[in-house]
């Protein structure tokens, strides 16, 4: 697991100008070599990354974690376009004077980082997207109405994140419980919250992805040249798994992992597992 230590109860917040806006972000981890950048879910802040997961990767890396244009600690109208929240990481990017970076995003944060690439493939070297897609490919299953209907409240329960995030096993709700036990005692006291005019911002663009003809979504992809690693679990309620294998097979230069027994939040079921593949990835 590595010496480096992660707790949002006492990480240090920076702030970074761009474009007349504040950033948010916490740098920790051995400096040199390409960053990476981290781009999180629907509906969360810098404070609700695993802190495990993060002092796993800070562990070798320089890792970045932020929260993007409106969300969390960065000020700032809600954004709606997945162009919106790639540019505002980009400009993060830019302001902390970045020359190259590797990407993991997870869910929403997964669909940004492609655009990311799209838009600036000499900034981006390599790609990890986690429980993620690229639309709806022909085949794949639809959201279901639960999902959809927790998506839209402003405060969700604990039953409602594990539903979510984690397949209705005994086994992964344990996981799903350590996990959120972790990340709610190292809350820190006066944390922010995603504001509902946020989340809906990040709601219509995610919306607008999903509507997306699928042949322009090929395309895109097919123009990707930088190395991408997906992955994702089995049972993934919110983006169907065959969306990862979908984009894996227009993707030039892909990899696609996926762990049979979880849910959206494999990456922290199989926390270790996972971070090795990631290290792997990023070092090959």
Do not use: C
């Not at 990767?57 to 700032?76: H, K, M, S």
């Not at 690229?134 to 639960?146: E, I, K, N």
């Amino acid at each position: 697991m590595g010496s480096t230590t992660y707790s949002a109860a006492t990480a240090t917040t920076q702030y970074i100008e761009s474009g007349g806006t504040s950033f948010a972000y916490r740098r920790l981890g051995p400096t040199g070599g390409v960053p990476l950048l981290l781009l999180h879910r629907f509906r969360a802040t810098i404070d609700w990354w695993d802190p495990r997961f993060i002092e796993s990767l800070a562990a070798g890396r320089d890792v970045i974690l932020f929260d993007n244009v409106g969300i969390g600690y960065t000020e700032g109208s809600p954004l709606t376009t997945v162009n919106g929240f790639a540019e505002g990481a980009i400009a993060l990017a830019e302001a902390l004077g970045l020359h190259q970076v590797d990407l993991l995003g997870w869910s929403f944060g997964g669909v940004v980082i492609q655009r990311m690439a799209l838009k600036r493939p000499d900034l981006v070297r390599k790609l990890v997207i986690a429980g993620s897609g690229s639309g709806t490919a022909p085949g794949m299953v639809a959201m279901p109405d639960r999902v959809a209907t927790i998506m839209t409240k402003q405060d969700s329960d604990l039953e409602d994140l594990l539903y979510l995030f984690y397949p209705e096993t005994p086994e992964a709700r344990a996981k799903g419980l350590d996990h959120f036990g972790r990340v709610q005692a190292e809350m820190p006291a006066d944390a922010p919250q995603v504001t509902q005019d946020a989340a809906m911002g990040q709601l219509q663009a995610i919306t607008a992805t999903l509507s997306a003809p699928w042949e322009d979504v090929a395309r895109e992809l097919a123009t990707i040249d930088a190395p991408v690693l997906y992955a994702g679990g089995a049972h993934d309620v919110m983006i169907n798994a065959y969306s990862s294998y979908a984009a894996v097979q227009e993707l030039p230069n892909a990899k696609l992992v996926l762990y049979s027994d979880a849910g959206h939040a494999f990456l922290f079921q199989h926390l270790e597992e996972f971070v090795r593949e990631v290290q792997m990835f990023l070092a090959n």
